[in-house]
């Protein structure tokens, strides 16, 4: 029988998995131009690099369902959290050494680990929020983005200090391990299922399931604009405005802590007006906060667009994930489909950009996001809830 103080731990210890994902993930992007300039990248060149994620990621993730099932969130995230960990060592090795090939090794690690953790700990943070009768799965995405935060500050610091990339990426492979490890032991405890079923339905069946297929489109129009911010908002002022480093980092930081703060009250919205309507209207200021950036008005405007761009980005994620998981017999497989199209834009929209961006200028790129979006806006209506199930309130 799960007790409420079972539920609160595993909700705060959810809540410390997603920010330790989302320092580990962040760790090193406000600093990408440093990255790209100890690596001595085009701007081709960085989004190929950046390809090493993506491809890692996305061949990944459609296992990660699976294998969710067969191990459980906690044992799936040990082992993905030490991909990552080593990942970024391998990272800022190929920094120190300006070995390319190393720093590739170190991104594929990354994307692999990384990808398998999102699953995990969103099919975790589901269970507790189903069990808990509210909305909270954007207050742990909240949890992602202070994460990112922090892992912003620290690049802003590193940055202004002069503090090597290599010993930052060390410095974060050491923090992420250091929380992530415990942590996972609060868990609720998960039985041992079949990595190719989930009660009758298969991982084929769940392709072809048409509500599951277009939150994934709602994930693929919402993550390819937060993953466009994520690896080019920062480079995008200083290679479209001019600015420094530190301002690069602090424009990437606005970012964020706009995506913050939206996910810590977009809950209560979510109650009061539904998830449709939630959607749609954050895509309207992502629109807005993506065409101040590449408006090429000035460095003001375009740290306001940041912050629009980040409340618009905010929820599709956390949404898309809790209705992927409106059933909870089968949210391990639904979440990793859907998963697996949201996060192929996620990430492969970033190396995207990349090529266009060597053609066509960065700012002049960034105008994709815009028919992602657009995706998303078409996409929003499968995000409307099913039929609350019976849940059997056994440990699993």
Request: with cysteine.
């Amino acid at each position: 029988m799960t007790t409420t103080t079972d539920l609160d731990r595993a909700k705060v210890a959810v809540a410390a998995t997603f920010a330790t994902n989302g320092l580990a993930f962040a760790g090193w992007l406000g600093r990408a131009p440093t990255v790209r300039d100890e690596l001595h990248l085009s701007a081709a060149g960085f989004g190929l690099l950046l390809l090493c994620i993506s491809a890692a990621a996305i061949l990944t993730i459609p296992l990660a369902g699976p294998l969710v099932q067969r191990l459980g969130p906690a044992r799936t995230i040990m082992i993905s959290s030490s991909s990552m960990v080593v990942g970024l060592i391998g990272l800022g090795t190929g920094t120190l050494t300006g070995d390319v090939a190393i720093a590739a090794v170190g991104l594929v690690l990354v994307g692999a680990g990384n990808s398998s953790w999102d699953v995990a700990m969103n099919v975790e943070g589901a269970d507790v929020e189903r069990r808990l009768g509210r909305t909270i799965m954007p207050r742990f995405h909240a949890g992602f983005s202070l994460g990112t935060v922090l892992g912003a500050g620290l690049s802003a610091l590193a940055a202004a200090g002069g503090l090597p990339i290599w010993s930052q990426l060390y410095l974060t492979a050491f923090l992420a391990a250091a929380v992530t490890f415990p942590t996972v032991r609060r868990f609720r405890p998960h039985e041992v299922h079949d990595p190719s079923r989930s009660d009758g339905v298969s991982v084929a069946q769940a392709w072809r399931e048409p509500r599951t297929v277009l939150i994934g489109l709602i994930m693929l129009g919402f993550g390819f604009a937060e993953g466009t911010a994520n690896d080019w908002l920062a480079i995008s002022l200083v290679d479209g405005y001019g600015t420094g480093e530190t301002v690069a980092a602090i424009g990437y930081g606005s970012f964020v802590i706009a995506m913050t703060l939206s996910r810590l009250f977009g809950g209560y919205a979510i109650e009061r007006w539904g998830r449709v309507a939630v959607l749609r209207t954050t895509v309207v200021a992502g629109l807005v906060g993506v065409l101040l950036v590449i408006s090429g008005i000035g460095v003001p405007v375009a740290l306001l667009g940041g912050l629009l761009w980040g409340a618009g980005s905010s929820l599709g994620f956390p949404i898309g994930m809790s209705a992927a998981a409106d059933d909870p017999a089968r949210a391990a497989i639904r979440v990793s489909v859907a998963g697996s199209i949201g996060y192929g834009a996620f990430l492969a929209g970033p190396p995207l950009i990349g090529v266009l961006a060597q053609h066509f200028g960065v700012l002049n790129a960034i105008l994709c996001v815009l028919a992602a979006l657009a995706i998303g806006l078409f996409a929003s209506g499968a995000a409307r809830p099913l039929p609350a199930p019976v849940i059997d309130d056994e440990p699993r």
